[in-house]
Each structure stands twice: as structure tokens, then as C-alpha cells.
């Protein structure tokens, strides 16, 4: 057999798309990063008509390249809460004004083959707009995001995914240097907001594509 262990994953992707399809997310599947990206700009996108668009912080999704393309349309609202340039209270009014965006895109940090998604967030505006908010939400998963259930799930968002990620945006915490967490209280702790989001309501306002290579953290 050839790529064995795309087909391992594909399968896997299968099986959790249909999780997660019971759980009444919209569900894509794309083989490639610049995949998802054309499937976000020319299909999903196109369909809903939005109007606005804005996003919380997430490697997948910049990693598709969608971010930058997004940034180019003329024909969109974009509320940019990437934007470093921004005062800290700018920048928190522009993540306020994200929640009133007709689309949300992010991605996430763990999920589960049940199709609960599972994240932990430093401000919330990522999740509460995930939640609440926006009129449709667009998640980018790469594989690697998948866990075997909420257990599994929690353990690698602690013990890799907020270690790697506080490595990356250059906070001084425990696990920055260790890469181990503390369960610290460092004014830079990013692990503040648990969510787990089992089901999609309205029916299909969360979409989701899953990607067939390893994104993110």
C-alpha cells in the first residue's frame, strides 16, 4: 500500500467526522493545508454570504494560508484582532468586536474521536466566540489535535500544546523553561479558560475541516 500513514489517518479522520457530524457540526475533510484553504475560500465562505469576518489565535489556521488570503478580499469586513500594533485596549475592544463577526475562525487544541473539542485559553474571546456570538464559526484541526478521549485530551493540551505554545509567543512561565506545567501563577499564564463543546447548536453553526497533515500546536 501506498502512504500508509495518510490512509491510517484518513480513516481515522473518517470516523471522527462522522462523531462529529451526530454532534451536528458541519464536517469537511481536505488532504492538505492549501487544501482546506481553497476549500474555505471557494466553497464554505462563498455559501454562507458573511459579510464580516474575524478569528482567535491559531497556528492551523495562518498555516493554510487562509489568513493571508482573507486579508487581501476587498469585498469583506475584516476585524483584525492580530493586529500588533494595537494598545492592549484596542486590542481588547477589537477581540470584543470579533463576537459580532457574521464568521469566526479558529482552531483548536485537542479533540476527541467522541467529536468534543477541548480547549484552554488565555483571555477567552477564542472560545467564547466558538460558544457564542459570531453567526458561523470555522474551526481548521489538523490530525495531530487528535485525542483518544477527554482524559487524553486535557493531558496533551497541558503537558504540550500550552508548553509549545508559551515557547512560541516568548512568555515567562515555569513551562517555558521546563516544559513542564506548574499549574503556575505567573502574570503570562495562558491556561485560564477550560471548554469542552459536545454538540454544535444551531445544528451546523460550527464548521469544521479536518486536515489530513499535522497543524498547529
Known amino acids: 500500500m501506498k502512504n500508509p500513514i495518510d490512509n ?13 457530524e451526530k454532534n451536528k457540526f458541519e464536517v469537511f475533510i481536505s488532504d492538505t493545508a492549501a487544501g482546506a484553504k481553497d476549500l474555505a475560500l471557494e466553497q464554505i465562505i462563498p455559501a454562507l454570504d458573511v459579510k464580516s469576518v474575524s478569528w482567535g ?23 483584525n484582532t492580530f493586529d500588533k500594533t494595537l494598545s492592549f485596549d484596542d486590542m481588547m475592544e477589537t477581540r470584543r468586536q470579533s463576537l459580532l463577526a457574521d464568521l469566526f475562525i479558529t482552531g483548536t487544541n485537542a479533540l476527541t474521536e467522541a467529536g468534543q473539542l477541548v480547549n484552554l485559553d488565555m483571555i477567552g ?8 456570538g459570531p453567526k458561523h464559526v470555522l474551526l481548521i484541526i489538523g490530525r495531530n489535535k487528535l485525542c483518544a478521549d477527554l482524559e487524553d485530551a486535557m493531558f496533551r493540551i497541558k503537558n504540550y500544546a500550552a508548553p509549545v505554545n ?21 502574570p503570562d499564564r495562558i491556561c485560564n479558560y477550560w471548554t469542552i463543546i459536545e454538540k454544535s447548536f444551531v445544528k451546523h453553526r460550527i464548521k469544521i475541516i479536518l486536515v489530513n497533515e499535522d497543524l498547529g500546536f
Open 8 to 20: 491510517y489517518w484518513r480513516l481515522k479522520l473518517e470516523a471522527v467526522k462522522e462523531a462529529l
Open 57 to 79: 489565535g491559531s497556528m492551523s489556521f495562518v498555516s493554510t494560508g487562509l489568513f493571508h488570503a482573507l486579508m487581501e478580499k476587498k469585498d469583506l469586513e475584516i476585524i
Open 125 to 132: 474571546n477564542r472560545v467564547g466566540a466558538m460558544m457564542w
Open 166 to 186: 508559551v515557547m512560541n509567543l516568548d512568555k515567562k512561565t515555569p513551562c517555558a523553561a521546563t516544559g513542564i506545567c506548574q499549574d503556575c501563577a505567573s
